[in-house]
């Protein structure tokens, strides 16, 4: 079975930072695009980041420009997502999944086009 396993979540105050890391043991996560989603109680999963292929590709909700960055480290096959400045409104449960449909990201994905979800680590943003 698919699935992924992300790691790195905590508490944090606000304006502090966080990595989280997404890795499998079962594949090479560099042949897929790989996006970051995060889920608050009560609202929508919705997408953060992206990171397609080819590492040039990357995709940022208006939520984490200019806060957040994506990256992988082939050698570990991880898929980062730096957290910087987070906010009270971060706090959600983070997830990795692997963009099924294609290996590039575009600003018109869904949560149905990713697959391989892991169980998600909790990232809580409170003083």
């Known amino acids: 079975q698919l699935q992924v396993v992300e790691s790195g979540g905590g508490l944090v105050q606000p304006g502090g930072s966080l990595r989280l890391s997404c890795s499998t043991s079962?594949?090479?996560?560099?042949?897929?695009?790989i996006g970051w989603f995060r889920q608050a109680p009560g609202k929508e999963r919705e997408g953060v980041s992206c990171?397609?292929?080819?590492?040039?590709?990357?995709y940022y909700a208006d939520s984490a420009k200019d806060r957040f960055a994506i990256s992988r480290e082939k050698a570990k096959n991880m898929v980062y997502l730096q957290m910087n400045g987070l906010k009270p409104e971060d706090t959600a449960v983070y997830y990795c999944?692997?963009?099924?449909?294609?290996?590039?990201?575009?600003?018109?994905?869904?949560?149905?086009?990713?697959?391989?979800w892991g169980q998600g680590t909790q990232v809580t943003v409170s003083s």
């Open positions: 999944a692997i963009l099924l449909i294609q290996d590039y990201c575009s600003a018109s994905m869904l949560p149905s086009d990713f697959g391989a």
């Open positions: 079962r594949y090479p996560l560099d042949n897929y695009a």
């Open positions: 990171i397609g292929k080819a590492e040039d590709n990357t």
